[in-house]
């Protein structure tokens, strides 16, 4: 989206310099074992102490979410989960309420992954649903939205990212989105060892923005909009340069401790 109008009526989140702090949140999808969740937690906490502007995040299995809280605690190191049910309570046998994550300190839940979409059938409606059921009880859902590899070659990546981002907004309403973040992540870069170009992405996380702004400026220029296609050390800083990423929603790259912490410095060398 191109902006056409004149120069002084510019949205303001095109004429400042990026005010919005970075947040990293590692997704570490399900992987792990009590060993390796505590040496992992170790030394993300270890190396954190070192980050000062950008946000960090790991949102662990479930099952890990106690000792996370255990060994996170007192640090600067938020936590959240990978998903959640569209239920509050009841006989819904294997899921998780938002109510029992925040209980163990969550900060943050993902929705909407593609895996999620993919994979378990997970509509716009039922993604919508699980953003509107986080927030009522306080968790900051991560939106995900992003298109596949056909959908990309057909040149209708907008259209998909569109309408993803406008079932959340037609059921919570556009100010809905200040309590949360979204997280651009192209299906076909998950995974695959490819990443879109900085151009690539950039291009897309504009145009979310934009889109937003159409409705509510503020609301858009406040947004934090994370890169989730396989963002990783050698990477990131060029991602993070461009003026609309906000950080990354990071699979692989989040296992090892290192790989992460130097994706957390890229981030917070950007502002």
């Not at 992003?146 to 309403?173: F, K, Y």
Request: some cysteine.
């Amino acid at each position: 989206m191109i902006f056409t109008g004149p120069a002084d009526k510019l949205p303001r989140f095109l004429t400042e310099v990026r005010m919005r702090q970075p947040l990293v949140a590692g997704n570490w999808k399900m992987n792990g074992s009590k060993s390796g969740v505590a040496e992992l937690l170790a030394g993300v906490k270890a190396g954190a102490g070192s980050i000062a502007r950008a946000e960090v995040a790991v949102c662990p299995p479930y099952v890990f979410l106690p000792m996370t809280a255990a060994a996170l605690a007192g640090s600067t190191v938020r936590w959240g989960a990978q998903n959640l049910s569209t239920e509050t309570a009841g006989a819904y046998t294997g899921e998780v309420a938002a109510s029992m994550l925040k209980d163990f300190g969550c900060t943050y839940v993902i929705v909407g992954h593609s895996e999620r979409r993919t994979l378990y059938g997970e509509d716009d409606a039922i993604v919508a649903r699980k953003f509107a059921v986080a927030r009522a009880a306080g968790l900051k859902p991560i939106l995900c939205v992003g298109e596949t590899l056909e959908e990309r070659e057909q040149s209708v990546t907008e259209q998909v990212v569109a309408r993803q981002l406008d079932a959340v907004i037609e059921r919570e309403g556009v100010a809905a989105l200040a309590d949360g973040v979204i997280a651009y992540e192209p299906v076909w870069a998950i995974g695959t060892g490819r990443t879109a170009t900085p151009e690539q992405a950039q291009e897309v996380h504009a145009f979310i923005r934009a889109r937003i702004a159409d409705r509510d400026a503020a609301v858009a220029a406040g947004l934090r909009i994370l890169y989730g296609g396989s963002m990783n050390a050698g990477n990131a800083a060029e991602l993070l340069a461009k003026p609309d990423i906000d950080g990354g929603l990071i699979g692989g790259a989040s296992l090892k401790a290192p790989d992460f912490l130097a994706i957390c410095q890229a981030a917070d060398a950007s502002l």
